[in-house]
């Protein structure tokens, strides 16, 4: 008699500072497998098939998330609370399940999606500080130095909207497409640290911190605001900036229509102040032209 299974979706949070990516790798430490691993020895049945679960995004190595999305398919019955609580019982102190739910058959983790909304958290300082490395993006500016905020903001003005992204592409991403549609940037200056909040449809890989690299590089006065039009324009990577670091970037939300009842990430108690972060994924779901707040 063949069991039915049943399709869990899960609400992951992680520290990718941990591991090598999302996605599994031949003989590296990868969230994905750890994931995997635990569920299966959660269910506990030796005979059982591997588990294998979807992403709604496949975070690089370094980057962190508060608010990841995956599914999988089980004929194990459990109680949702069961699932976070064992699953989690198996975990690294990197990696835990805030949430299980129970999803019909036609909710896919990855195409499901509609939105995805990343943060970034910047620390502009003379010197590093230790009890936030791998936390924080860390740029170095000597004493009375100060990013040019507003400029970085009429630049991101021209990002929002559809485009071709190729510019700020990886060579390895797999997208089918570069066009990708941006539908809000938010820079918020709380000196010395800055937060950049970023909305699309869909992210390249690389893009989030191809972008952050970019609007920094006009930041530091090294281009005018109007060079992101004719980086656009170019579609050529090798135009653009070098990729900044994966250290304080953090996969804040993945939406979903109304009708799966995905619940909300949990935003509390991290880097980046969670009135921050509800403030910006408010506005989910409609086009914004980029803003600063001091």
């Avoid at 899960?10 to 996605?23: E, K």
């Avoid at 497409?177 to 200056?189: A, C, F, G, L, S």
């Avoid at 939300?253 to 949990?266: H, K, L, N, T």
């Amino acid at each position: 008699m063949t069991v039915p299974k049943q399709k869990i979706a899960l609400g992951l949070q992680y520290d990718g500072a941990h591991f090598f990516g999302w996605q599994t790798q031949p003989d590296q430490s990868t969230v994905q497998d750890c994931v995997q691993k635990a569920i299966w020895d959660f269910i506990g049945d030796p005979l059982a098939p591997i588990i294998r679960i979807i992403t709604a995004g496949r975070t690089d190595t370094g980057v962190h998330a508060l608010g990841q999305v995956v599914h999988f398919e089980t004929s194990t019955t459990r109680p949702m609370w069961s699932w976070v609580r064992g699953i989690n019982n198996f975990l690294p102190r990197s990696v835990v399940v805030t949430w299980a739910k129970d999803v019909g058959a036609d909710f896919d983790a990855r195409f499901s999606a509609f939105e995805r909304a990343y943060a970034y958290c910047l620390l502009c300082s003379p010197v590093r500080v230790p009890l936030l490395d791998q936390k924080v993006g860390y740029l170095m500016m000597p004493p009375g130095d100060l990013l040019r905020i507003e400029a970085m903001q009429e630049a991101a003005t021209y990002l929002i909207g559809e485009h071709d992204f190729t510019c700020f592409r990886s060579a390895q991403c797999q997208s089918k497409t570069p066009m990708k549609t941006i539908y809000q940037i938010e820079i918020v200056n709380h000196f010395p640290k800055i937060y950049f909040f970023i909305r699309a449809n869909a992210f390249l890989h690389h893009m989030v911190r191809n972008l952050i690299g970019t609007l920094l590089h006009i930041g530091q006065k090294k281009a005018d605001p109007i060079w992101v039009k004719s980086l656009l324009e170019g579609r050529s990577r090798a135009l653009a900036p070098p990729t900044f670091s994966a250290d304080g970037l953090y996969l804040a939300r993945v939406a979903y229509p109304d009708s799966f009842q995905i619940p909300e990430p949990f935003l509390e108690h991290g880097v980046i102040p969670g009135s921050l972060l509800k403030s910006f994924l408010s506005m989910s779901g409609s086009f914004s032209s980029s803003k600063v707040v001091n």
